[in-house]
Nanobody, 122 residues
Framework: VQLQACGGGLVQPGDSLRLSCRGSRRTSSNNAMGWFRQAPGKEREFVAG????????GYGDFVKGRFTISADKDKNTVYLEMNSLKPEDTAVYYC????????????????WGQGTLVTVSS
């Protein structure tokens, strides 16, 4: 399974950005999917997860209502809508397919995407 993430870029504080990640096969259609991020010098952290049925698995504590995750099963694609971006959101964002249909955690990931860089700077 290949995961193609895109949508990263350079934005200013307060701007919005939409990331997308498409799986190459329907393997991901019955699995939860999610987004993680890793900032320079920091550990990878959970951003958001969506269960196979479209219900939300959860968000990282830092999200505080600014991000929204969604999925299109027919397209095997997961999205991350990010609003009110802050400089501390700068990181490489990775999409992932979980091993199970419900719940997303870094310890139970079946496939990782290659990452897309988001830079928030004025």
């Amino acid at each position: 399974v290949q995961l193609q993430a895109c949508g990263g870029g350079l934005v200013q504080p307060g701007d919005s950005l939409r990331l997308s990640c498409r799986g190459s096969r329907r393997t991901s259609s019955n699995n939860a999917m999610g987004w993680f991020r890793q900032a320079p010098g920091k550990e990878r952290e959970f951003v958001a997860g969506v269960n196979w049925d479209g219900s939300i698995s959860g968000y990282g504590d830092f999200v505080k209502g600014r991000f929204t995750i969604s999925a299109d099963k027919d397209k095997n694609t997961v999205y991350l809508e990010m609003n009110s971006l802050k400089p501390e959101d700068t990181a490489v964002y990775y999409c992932a397919v979980a091993r199970s249909s419900f719940g997303v955690s870094s310890q139970r990931i079946a496939y990782w995407g290659q990452g897309t860089l988001v830079t928030v700077s004025s």
